[in-house]
């Protein structure tokens, strides 16, 4: 199918485009940007005058709930989801139940995305079995299988010892490991350790649970030179670590999620369960330098962290409530709230969304590394097209996620997606859903 | 941010959930209420008809009987009728949710909840969910709140000591555990007490507590020093194994109270604990069997505070 998208302001911040033009796709392929010859006979036009045409948005955390949790999400209610969100990639961590830690698991959920037809899904396998943090799992077989990186998720390894093999062995093939930083003992509370938490009687993550674990992750990784990308940080002291390990010329990378970029522990008000996320919502000065660090760059990707619950989960007390919320509808305009608050220029704003959580999975995406998040001339047409005008608030109900829990109800955010594209096919057309 | 959820749009209290954001006059109110009730405790017949065919269901998810009993006895004495009910061995051990419990209760049309969890936040949750003419009263959520043992302390200071304003309050022991303390800490707060220490060492009294207003001293000498209350606090068997102390002597030869201790604060000092107290732990025989305890006054007046406080709440409508 020929596709011409008209008049937008394009938008990518990978090539540094930003004016207004054509894009026109052919067979699932870009096959002109900002010009395009007249003798281009399109099957079907998108008028894009007064919208943004950008690269279709690259999440990298989102749980599908499949398999295991389809009582909390299906995939086609979360791809549903991705595409209305504008997001035409998305890597899933591994725990689900079972755990992704089988070839034959990888491929089953690749092969129920792939015929679903909407975004495109990228699962991390497990970094040891059952994340039981114990005994390794066949990393190759795995990423033959479709894995782009090898995780332990929500679960610590506290095993210091297995950490360090699982990195050496992972550095040997080039693998990447995700890993979120937190200590397995200091890190179980939940809500962040501060005058807030200790008032309200709720128990603490304090930051060193973060920096204690950055500091032993920065250690193994000078020592077996492997990759490793952080994920989800959540404060200033950790995001100073890492900082420095970049200046060092460490080879990590690190996200941030919508719901720590705007949210503190004030927010969780009286004891709302929307607000329990993990890493919790930390203090004002953790949330300015999460904003800076990721307008700098020092925080490479923004994620939505998206993880449906069953209202049964939330409707609980604060600590019993399953932690988690639904983002992937949200993370453009919340990526795009924050650029207008700080005053970020849109294309860092953008890249935070595209090209740079592209970057971190890196080779694992294998041809598509070339030209996923970005807009050019031969590369994979995925494409988001959204209304810079059509403001207005988050309502939890209307979300297309089997999951209904946002700490964002009601929050005004600047944008909505019109379209979204995905191998130049239309997954989202906000005007015909 | 929502609405505080414990006052209705004028300000009334609906329900008594947390002392934090309680305002001034309610406390007030709410203690001379207790005063004209106390009473009502030395008469021959003592009940008086304010909750009337009225049902006060005590729900209590975490065991207590000291609690549960002196709210029994405070609806009975409104002539309320009282259901209690021991949901941590029923309901909950069946598998059934907070939620469908309250639901159920609300049925047989309850028209008060009293509320103990052994999670902070449980009682709001229930406040949020439940109609609204059934009022809710916490009697304890996890580390959070006691409410009515936070009033029940105001009321025995003011009791013994009138004004608030002039006084130096040391509270002592396990407080980053305890839900009594930071009642009391807003209260006292509240009330206008320009002195308030946290007393206790450092794995059971956390820097951040500064940021309630207290002044946090792990020298239990510093900690007394001039007080004119001494409220101490009952330290849990879990917490006197592990990593939090060593043991419950050598607890009790750094913080707990002994005469030679006590000597420190002013003369007329008050020592108080809301109970049940470890004799040779937190606090000496001496010294809670001595001519300044008010414990036991403690518990008469905690009667008469719950009597206030549900013929307050029962008295406003959402």
Known sequence: ?433 | MQRNPQLNKSGELIHLLSIDGLPRAVLHQILDTAGTFLSVNDREVKKVPLLRGKSVFNLFFENSTRTRTTFEIAAKRLSADVINLDIARSSAAKGESLLDTIANLSAMHADMFVVRHSESGAPYLIAQHCAPHVHVVNAGDGRHQHPTQGLLDMYTIRHFKHDFTKLTVAIVGDIVHSRVARSDIHALTTLGVPEIRAVGPKTLVPGDLAAMGVRVCHDMKEGIAGADVIIMLRLQNERMSGAMLPSAAEFFKSYGLTPDKLALAKPDAIVMHPGPINRGVEIDSDVADGKQSVILPQVTFGIAVRMAVMSIIAGNSA
């Open chain 1, 1 to 433: 199918m020929k596709v011409l998208i008209r008049n937008g302001r394009i938008v990518d911040p990978a090539t540094k485009r930003d004016e207004v033009g054509d894009l026109a796709i052919a067979a699932g392929r870009i096959v002109g940007v900002g010009r395009v010859s007249a003798d281009f006979e399109p099957e079907r036009t998108i008028d894009a005058t007064g919208l943004v045409v950008m690269p279709g948005l690259v999440d990298l955390a989102v749980r599908l709930r499949e398999p295991g949790h389809e009582h909390e999400g299906m995939l086609e209610s979360e791809m549903a989801a991705a595409v209305a969100g504008g997001i035409t990639s998305l890597v899933c961590p591994p725990d689900t139940q079972p755990v992704l830690d089988e070839p034959g698991l990888v491929q089953m959920l690749k092969f129920r995305a792939h015929n679903l037809n909407l975004a495109r899904v990228y699962p991390l396998g497990a970094l040891t079995r059952g994340l039981q943090g114990e005994v390794l799992t066949a990393m190759a077989e795995l990423t033959a299988a479709g894995c782009v990186g090898f995780s332990q998720a929500e679960v610590a390894c506290k095993d210091t010892l297995v950490l360090h093999r699982a990195l050496q062995y992972a550095a040997t093939f080039g693998y990447t490991t995700w890993l979120r930083p937190n200590d397995a003992w200091l890190g179980n509370g939940v809500a962040a350790k501060g005058a807030l938490a200790t008032r309200m009687g709720l128990s603490g993550v304090p930051t060193i649970a973060e920096t204690i674990a950055l500091a032993t992750i920065f250690e193994l990784v000078r020592d077996t030179g492997a990759r490793v990308h952080l994920c989800r940080l959540s404060s200033a002291a950790g995001i100073e670590l890492v900082r420095r390990a970049k200046s060092e010329g460490l080879p990590v990378t690190c996200d941030v999620s919508i719901n720590n970029l705007h949210l503190t522990d004030v927010d969780i008000g009286y004891f709302d369960a929307a607000m329990r996320v993990t890493p919790p919502l930390r203090q004002q000065r953790d949330r300015d330098a999460i904003r800076a660090g990721l307008a700098d760059g020092t925080i490479d990707a923004l994620v939505s962290d998206h993880t449906p619950v069953d209202a049964d989960a939330k409707t609980l007390p604060f600590a019993e409530a399953e932690p988690g919320a639904s983002g992937l509808e949200l993370l453009l305009g919340l990526a795009l709230k924050w650029g207008a608050q700080d005053k970020v220029p849109l294309e860092r704003t953008l890249a935070t969304v595209t090209s740079a959580p592209v970057a971190v999975i890196g080779d694992a995406l294998g041809s598509l590394a070339a030209s996923a998040g970005r807009l050019v001339e031969g590369g994979v047409a995925d494409v988001c097209v959204y209304d810079p005008a059509a403001h207005g608030p988050v309502m939890p109900a209307a979300l297309r996620s089997q999951g209904k829990h946002t700490p964002f109800a009601g929050h005004e955010l600047p944008a909505r997606v019109r379209y979204t594209l995905v191998a130049g096919q239309v997954a989202h057309d906000a005007s015909s859903s």
